[in-house]
């Protein structure tokens, strides 16, 4: 769809809602954007923010470009109620005849009105395909090189493998009335994604042929994004972030995944698991409780070779799963299985691994 060389992207400043976030692919031209506070340490496009340059030509007329980009995420156009402000940038794109890729990272799997863009969501189901829209990635930055220091520390293959697991199982706190009637207050997407989660851990504390390394957090981020009601009457405006909790429980969450061999990824709100991409930035083998989800590159055998799947339909055999994974892999192959995580993840996966391959995914 383009000749040699950089991809051309357009976009305009102009349609940026005020105080808005504009779209990580646009970090190499328009600097780095303002990100929440929990993920602010993490520096998820530091590195795509220097090397964005060599993939990417931003070009200043919509006539010059290969493709447009919104210049927010969808979702930042609906949370700042300027989603007209966003059709007016795609109506433009459209009447210079070029195509326009839309970026919403969000759980929700609700419809975008922009029917002739591409779409790039996480949130997506294989058994219900929607025209002109892609998986994205979940991406919470580098965890081998902001906690360990870039460097890989392989496990060595043990006769029992180790299968970890941190993350939510529940809500942080219920409220008073809720305890008091004993009905939850969960919305009905969280509630079945928490019983999903329960029921895998289970199953696998259940199995017998996988040791577990599990720690089942209250709410999302280990509880860490939450604030008491009279801290947000007093200050409205500050963060809900509690960086002295959120650092911890991310330290103790890299722990985890360091002292796994294999790495149980089940989807939360939305039918798609960070913490795939997570296990995978980190060395380690996910074992993916498959939802009907849609991963990126699908068609590439990394996801055959590198990942264990187990059907949601089929919990009980999860276990015996990774069981067989892991007795079929020679202490050689195990550990190069490891690296190869690593690779996949920095290759494909990643901000700039991702956005790399952007022009053969437009093709």
Known sequence: MHGRGRLRLYSDPRFLP????????????WGPAEERAEWFSARRFQRYAVEGGRLFELVHDVADADV?????H???YRKAG???LALAFAAAVQRAGK?????FDSDSEEEIPLPEAIVFRPSLYRSDPRAGTLPLPGWSGDLLLNHCEGVLTPREKSPVPVV??????????QSWKSRWSGRSQEPPH????????????????RSGVVRTNFIRRRGYFGGSIARPRWKR??????SAWDPHAGERVRREFVENLGNSDYVVCVRGSGNFSTRLYEALCMGRIPLIIDTDCVVPFSERPEWSTLTVWCPASDLPSAGARVAAFHDALTPREFVDRQYACRRFWEERLSPEGFFGHLAEMLD
Do not use: K, M, Y
């Open 18 to 29: 005020p105080g808005v976030p504009h779209s990580a692919i646009l970090w190499p031209f």
């Open 68 to 72: 447009a980009v919104l210049p927010a």
């Open 74 to 76: 969808w979702n930042r």
């Open 82 to 84: 300027a989603q007209q």
């Open 99 to 103: 195509r326009l890729l839309v970026f």
């Open 164 to 173: 970890g697991f941190c993350g939510a199982t529940e809500l942080r706190v």
């Open 190 to 205: 969280e509630r079945a994604a928490f019983a999903l989660r329960n029921d895998v851990l289970d199953h696998l504390q």
């Open 233 to 238: 009457l007093l200050f409205p405006a500050a």
